[in-house]
């Protein structure tokens, strides 16, 4: 079976799709009973009719009737509206019970899709239609470049020798190996992988692991690194080393690639990881550095999302002066390559209808692709809700240093792996070809 979306010009007024949808356990886990109806048109709209690739704009439902576990419903999508100057559809969507009883009904205001999708459903993943779209398009980015070379720092368990591996296997790194070499070889037995002629450094633990990786990419010898079984700290502290590390005059940052199953694609969101309170200037290189990588994922003029709490400048809300002073920066050249605002919040960053309802004149609101966040704890939660809560999933990458370094966590799986490799070869294709700082 083929899956696919329509475009703009396919959609035609009386358009209809009819689909089932179950309520399990997971879903009531991730988002209740009450809330599923709402979100089962939604993902309908997403995954069928336009397909995968809409953007939901605005809806106006009604409850009419209740679920339990286990319950079918059948869900009708008809196309009611289009609108050629915006490129959205309104999608009229009901579902009803088995019986016939009504479930909810109401229409669905969406952007049409501008990119074709179409392949066998495990291209696009998993459960539901599109899901990890984003990172199989990461990927299919990287399948003609040339392999990056990387130390894989500290690499002594099943799951970090196995991830390096399926990087190589899939061509996107030449690996060497740093750390004990006992603990490696024990790692690939316990893993089940066939080292060959992978080449090993044979340090005795994981601070000089980290430190010979280091001095690797000093001297050029490879073009990023990655996380193998030691603590970010620890590696970082190599990495941040005035005397012997990676330094540039670039603040260094971590950037997430979310693969968010609703938003058409991938959303940068920075700093979830490395910058616990960063200042004005700090920001700015987050900011910088953001955006650099979004030109290495094909984005020419990324949108840069500032924000905060509110999107009022409020001299009691630091970070709406450090959203606006960013702003006024860019304006004035000092962060180049995108186009910025902020502050705003969440909801009307991410929204066109809450910006709209706001009275927000804005470029960016809406629509961005990247959200800087004013700081670490709200960038990891924003990140780690839209994993939990939305499906999502998350490709990462550490940015400002000499070289691209790779931060995988035990949690992802091999899609997500992979995605984060796949982005470090496209940052170092770009550098490369004398294109980025990054």
């Not at 009883?101 to 599109?130: F, M, Y």
């Not at 040339?146 to 030449?174: I, K, N, R, W, Y």
């Not at 893993?191 to 450094?201: K, R």
């Not at 966590?409 to 550098?431: G, M, N, Y």
Request: hydrophobic residues 45%; proline residues 5%; charged residues 20%.
């Amino acid at each position: 079976m083929t899956v696919r979306n329509f475009l703009f010009d396919e959609l035609h007024v009386g358009q209809q799709v009819e689909t089932t949808s179950r309520l399990n356990h997971q879903d009531v886990r991730t988002l209740g009973e009450g809330l599923w109806p709402g979100t089962m048109l939604v993902n309908a709209v997403c995954t069928e009719l336009p397909g995968p690739g809409t953007q939901p704009v605005a809806q106006d439902l009604r409850y009419q009737g209740s679920v339990a576990i286990g319950d079918v419903v059948t869900i009708t999508l008809e196309v009611v509206e289009k609108d050629a100057e915006t490129g959205q559809a309104v999608i009229a969507a009901r579902a009803v019970q088995d019986s016939g009883d009504p479930v909810i009904s109401g229409q669905i205001t969406v952007r049409v899709p501008t990119e074709r999708i179409n392949g066998e459903p495990s291209s696009l993943a998993g459960t539901s239609k599109g899901r990890r779209r984003q990172l199989h398009r990461l990927l299919h980015m990287a399948d003609e470049l040339t392999p990056m070379s990387v130390a894989v720092v500290h690499p002594v368990d099943a799951l970090a020798l196995q991830g390096a591996m399926q990087a190589a296997e899939h061509g996107l790194m030449t690996l060497t190996l740093v750390g004990p070499e006992h603990k490696i070889r024990a790692a690939a037995d316990e893993a089940g992988v066939e080292l060959g002629a992978t080449p090993i450094i044979d340090v005795e633990h994981s601070h000089q692991a980290a430190e010979a990786a280091v001095d690797l990419a000093r001297r050029g010898e490879v073009e990023g690194l990655m996380k193998g079984s030691l603590h970010t700290d620890e590696l970082m502290g190599a990495v941040v080393s005035r005397q012997k590390g990676l330094r540039t005059e670039r603040r260094i940052s971590h950037v997430y690639a979310m693969d968010v199953p609703t938003y058409p694609r991938p959303l940068l969101i920075s700093d979830a990881a490395i910058n616990i309170a960063p200042n004005l200037a700090c920001k700015r290189d987050i900011c910088q550095n953001a955006i650099e990588l979004a030109h290495a994922l094909g984005v020419p003029e990324p949108k840069v999302a500032i924000l905060s709490a509110t999107e009022s400048v409020n001299p009691e809300i630091p970070s709406t002066l450090d959203a606006a002073a960013l702003c006024k920066m860019a304006d004035r050249g000092q962060i180049t390559g995108g186009l910025l605002d902020g502050p705003l919040a969440f909801d009307n960053a991410i929204s066109e209808s809450a910006a709209r309802t706001k009275r927000i004149q804005s470029r960016v609101a809406g629509n961005p692709d990247v959200l800087i966040a004013p700081d670490l704890e709200s960038g990891n939660m924003i990140s780690k809700q839209l994993y939990y809560l939305a499906d999502a999933e998350a490709a990462g990458i550490v940015l400002g240093a000499r070289v691209p370094i790779v931060l995988t966590s035990r949690a992802d799986d091999v899609i997500a792996r992979l995605a984060s490799c796949a982005v470090a070869l496209l940052v170092a294709e770009r550098k490369r070809r004398g294109l980025a700082h990054l």
